[in-house]
C-alpha cells in the first residue's frame, strides 16, 4: 500500500421507484452487503441506510451520509426499476467516481411482487446521466445477482483510485524538454482539464535546493537504506552520497510545495546538463521513489508521469517507464523464443531505459553502473547513477496516457508479458511480447503521434485501465489497443 494512492472507499446506496416494493432494493442492498464482506475486505464499502425513493431531499440525505462516512466513491444500486431522477442527481452532486448497478431477477417463483425490472430501469438511468452530462462506471454487463455485483464493486476499486487519484493529484515538473527531443513535449492544456495541478519550475530551482541540501543530517540514513537495497549491486559508493542528498531534494520538495493537494508525481530533467552540473545522473533515485509509489518520469516527459501515476493507483505496485525501444535480433528470436513461445518474431522488441525500473523490478544481478550512452561524449564519472539489469519475467500491461500534438486525449493499452530472455544488453531492459505488436506499432503507436516512451505496470491491468481511460474522457475510438488480425485498424492497408 503506497501513502501517495488513495485507498478507495465507496458507499453501496439502493434506490427504489415508488411503485415498486421498497423492501425489495433494501433487502438486496443488505444481501449485496454480506456477499462483499465474505469474499473482501468489509473496509471496501459502506452501506448508506437511506433508500432513495422518489424524492430528491432522500437524494440530499443519502449524499451527505456517504460523504460523512467518509466515502470516496459510490455505487448506486439498482434494487429495482429506480427513481432515474433522484439516483442520476445523487451522481451529479457526489464529486468522487460513482458506478451504476442494478440487481437480477432471484427466482422464476417470485416475479409478481418480487420482480424487480432494473434491468429497464439500468437504461433510464444511463439516459439520465447523458442527460445531465454526467459520467458513471457502467460495467460491461451490469446487472447480476449479490454476488456477481460484490465481484463488480470490487473491479471498480481500483478504477476508483485512479479517478481519486487524479483528482488529489500535482504534476511537479523541472526544466523544459531537452533540445532536439520534441518527442515527449505534449500540450498541457488536458492536464488541466483532467483536473491535474501542474508545477513546473526551472532546472535552476531545482539545483539551488540541491546544494541546499549539502550536509543534511538525513543523508546517512538515506545511504544506509540505498546500501540496502542495492547489496551485491552496490558498484559505485563513491556516489551515494550525492544521490542521497537529490533524494532528500525531491521529497522535501514534494512535502512543501503539495499545497493543497494530496499526491505527488514528478517529470525531472536528466540531460543535457544535468549530469555535467549535478555531476551524476538521478535514474537510481528516479528508480526508488517510482518503487515507493511517487512516480519521477525521465526527460521531462509530463503525461508518461502521469500514465505511471494511474497505473499505480490500479495496480497498487510499483511501475516503470521505458522506451519501445529496439528490435529482437533474429539470432536471439531464433535461439530463445521461436518454437518456445507462442509469439511470432514481430510481436517481440526491447523495451529499455538507462536506470530508472527499481530494483524490486529487476532480476537478481542488477547493479548500480555509469550510464553508458552519456558516457560516449562525458567523462563517466559524470554519468554515475543509473540501475541496470534485466527486467523480471512475466505479465505486463503496456499503455499510455497522451496529449498528442493535435490536443486531443489519447490512450493505448496492451497486454504481454517480459520473456524468460537475457536481453544481452544495457540499462534498464526486458524482452517484451504483446500479440500483434508489429500492427500494434504502426497503426496506433505510429499513426496516432505517440513518443517513444511506454508506461508499464507489472500485471494484466488492461481492463481497468481502458474503464479508466474512458470514464476520464478519452474518445472510445481514440483508445488503442493490440488488436487481432482479424480487426483490421483504420489505416491498415488491406491489400497489404
Known amino acids: 500500500m503506497f501513502t501517495n494512492v488513495p485507498q478507495a472507499k465507496v458507499g453501496i446506496v439502493a434506490v427504489s421507484r415508488d411503485c415498486f416494493p421498497a423492501s425489495l432494493a433494501v433487502n438486496r442492498r443488505k444481501a449485496l452487503i ?140 523541472f526544466g523544459p524538454r531537452p533540445n532536439n527531443f520534441l518527442a515527449c513535449n505534449a500540450p498541457i492544456k488536458q492536464l488541466y482539464n483532467l483536473g491535474v495541478e501542474v508545477e513546473e519550475n526551472s532546472e535552476l530551482d531545482l539545483f539551488e535546493s540541491f546544494n541546499n541540501h549539502a550536509g543534511d543530517k538525513r543523508i546517512a540514513e538515506v545511504i544506509a537504506d540505498m546500501q540496502k537495497d542495492l547489496g551485491q549491486g552496490n558498484k559505485k559508493p563513491e556516489i551515494l552520497e550525492k544521490l542521497a542528498q537529490y533524494e532528500l531534494t525531491l521529497t522535501d520538495w514534494a512535502e512543501e510545495h503539495k499545497g493543497y493537494r494530496k499526491r505527488i508525481c514528478f517529470a525531472g530533467k536528466c540531460w543535457p546538463a544535468f549530469q555535467t552540473q549535478f555531476r551524476f545522473v538521478p535514474c537510481y533515485v528516479n528508480s526508488r521513489l517510482t518503487g515507493r509509489g511517487i512516480p519521477v518520469s525521465c526527460e521531462v516527459d509530463i503525461y508518461g508521469a502521469l500514465s505511471e501515476y494511474i497505473g499505480t493507483c490500479i495496480s497498487n505496485d510499483a511501475v516503470t517507464l521505458l522506451d519501445i525501444n529496439n528490435s529482437v535480433p533474429d539470432d536471439m528470436y531464433e535461439a530463445s523464443i521461436k518454437g518456445k513461445f507462442d509469439y511470432r518474431h514481430t510481436d517481440t522488441f526491447m523495451g529499455f531505459h538507462c536506470g530508472n525500473t527499481c530494483s524490486g523490478k529487476l532480476c537478481g544481478g542488477f547493479e548500480m553502473r555509469y550510464q553508458k550512452i552519456m558516457a560516449r561524449s562525458l567523462p563517466i564519472e559524470v554519468t554515475n547513477g543509473t540501475l541496470e539489469g534485466a527486467i523480471v519475467p512475466g505479465d505486463i500491461t503496456f499503455y499510455r496516457l497522451q496529449s498528442t500534438a493535435d490536443n486531443i486525449l489519447r490512450a493505448y493499452v496492451a497486454e504481454g508479458e517480459v520473456l524468460p530472455v537475457d536481453p544481452m544488453s544495457f540499462g534498464g531492459i526486458g524482452v517484451f511480447a504483446i500479440k500483434e505488436m508489429g500492427r500494434f506499432y504502426r497503426h496506433v503507436l505510429i499513426e496516432k503521434g505517440y513518443p517513444h516512451h511506454g508506461a508499464v505496470a507489472f500485471g494484466h491491468y488492461g481492463k481497468s485501465l481502458y474503464e479508466v481511460f474512458k470514464y476520464i474522457g478519452v474518445a472510445q475510438d481514440e483508445i488503442g489497443w493490440n488488436q487481432p488480425k482479424s480487426l483490421p485498424y483504420k489505416s491498415e492497408n488491406p491489400f497489404a
Do not use: W
Open 34 to 173: 454480506e456477499a462483499y464482506t465474505k469474499k473482501y475486505d468489509a473496509n471496501d464499502i459502506y452501506e448508506c441506510p437511506v433508500c432513495i425513493i422518489e424524492s430528491e431531499t432522500q437524494m440530499v440525505e443519502a449524499c451527505e451520509d456517504v460523504k460523512k462516512a467518509g466515502c470516496n466513491a459510490i455505487v448506486v444500486y439498482l434494487g429495482n426499476f429506480g427513481p432515474e431522477i433522484s439516483e442520476t442527481l445523487l451522481a451529479k452532486h457526489f464529486e468522487g467516481p460513482k458506478m451504476f448497478l442494478a440487481a437480477a431477477e432471484e427466482s422464476q417463483n417470485d416475479l409478481s411482487d418480487g420482480r424487480g425490472d432494473a434491468y429497464c430501469g439500468m437504461l433510464n438511468a444511463s439516459y439520465n446521466l447523458k442527460l445531465r452530462n454526467v459520467m458513471a462506471y457502467i460495467p460491461e454487463y451490469p446487472i447480476g445477482t449479490a454476488d456477481e455485483c460484490a465481484d463488480m464493486i470490487h473491479e471498480f476499486l481500483p478504477i476508483a483510485r485512479a479517478i481519486v487519484g487524479l483528482s488529489e493529484l500535482k504534476l511537479i515538473t
